[in-house]
Antibody, heavy 123, light 108 residues
Framework: QVQLVESGGGVVQPGRSLRLSCAAS????????MHWVRQAPGKGLEWVAF????????YYTDSVKGRFTISRDNSKNTLYLQMNSLSVEDTALYYC????????????????WGQGTLVTVSS | DIQMTQSPSSVSASVGDRVTITCRAS??????LAWYQQKPGKAPKLLIY???SLQSGVPSRFSGSGSGTDFTLTINTLQPEDFATYYC??????????FGGGTKVEIK
């Protein structure tokens, strides 16, 4: 069965960096685009970033452009999110999620989600 | 960016009721729309994709409709396990993916 397990969250001071990981299993990771979605405490869902199945296409929400970098290692079935220059507004539970269709870059439904890793930015 | 507006933000209902949630896109998105269910402390779960297609394993009491800018999620014969928060999401890759603000379905 599909499993997505995030790690790397924690408490970090404003301006510092953090790298999140998402270990995938139960499907052919290299065939699917992947997403990061976050949820601030008590708030709704906010899409953060997408990477295509082969890593050739990457998209970000405006608020993280230039600070966050999404990447993947298909040999390790792992997705990453490098987060730099963190601010208190980045405090959230970060989910990784799998794209619905293989090799797809035209539309994006998220059919499997991990349980999330909590990032707290605080001085 | 395409804005997604859900209404109502919350609804109180009883077991056995029919619940309807609407989602409006700020511009046409054809049928590139998904609905998710999220229970407290849990990850979201995909219910509906392409506006009206039921995700595998999702009970048939859930249904979706709409195209263009106006969409609806209907839960027929509400069950105790359906009390949760529901989100719509536009899926057009040419814009940032965006979610609606959520609709909390509460027990009356």
């Amino acid at each position: 069965q599909v499993q997505l397990v995030e790690s790397g969250g924690g408490v970090v001071q404003p301006g510092r960096s953090l790298r999140l990981s998402c270990a995938a299993s139960g499907f052919t990771f290299s065939n699917y685009g992947m997403h990061w979605v976050r949820q601030a405490p008590g708030k709704g869902l906010e899409w953060v970033a997408f990477i295509s199945y082969d890593g050739s296409n990457k998209y970000y929400t405006d608020s993280v452009k230039g600070r966050f970098t999404i990447s993947r290692d298909n040999s390790k079935n792992t997705l990453y999110l490098q987060m730099n220059s963190l601010s208190v507004e980045d405090t959230a539970l970060y989910y990784c999620a799998k794209d619905f269709a293989p090799y797809n870059t035209a539309w994006h439904y998220l059919d499997y989600w991990g349980q999330g890793t909590l990032v707290t930015v605080s001085s | 960016d395409i804005q997604m507006t859900q209404s109502p933000s919350s609804v109180s209902a009883s077991v056995g009721d029919r619940v309807t949630i609407t989602c409006r896109a700020s511009q046409g998105i054809r049928t590139w729309l998904a609905w998710y269910q999220q229970k407290p402390g849990k990850a979201p779960k995909l219910l509906i994709y392409a506006a009206s297609s039921l995700q595998s394993g999702v009970p048939s009491r859930f249904s979706g409709s709409g195209s263009g800018t106006d969409f609806t999620l209907t839960i027929n014969t509400l069950q105790p396990e359906d009390f949760a928060t529901y989100y719509c999401q536009q899926a057009n890759s040419f814009h940032p993916l965006t979610f609606g603000g959520g609709t909390k379905v509460e027990i009356k």
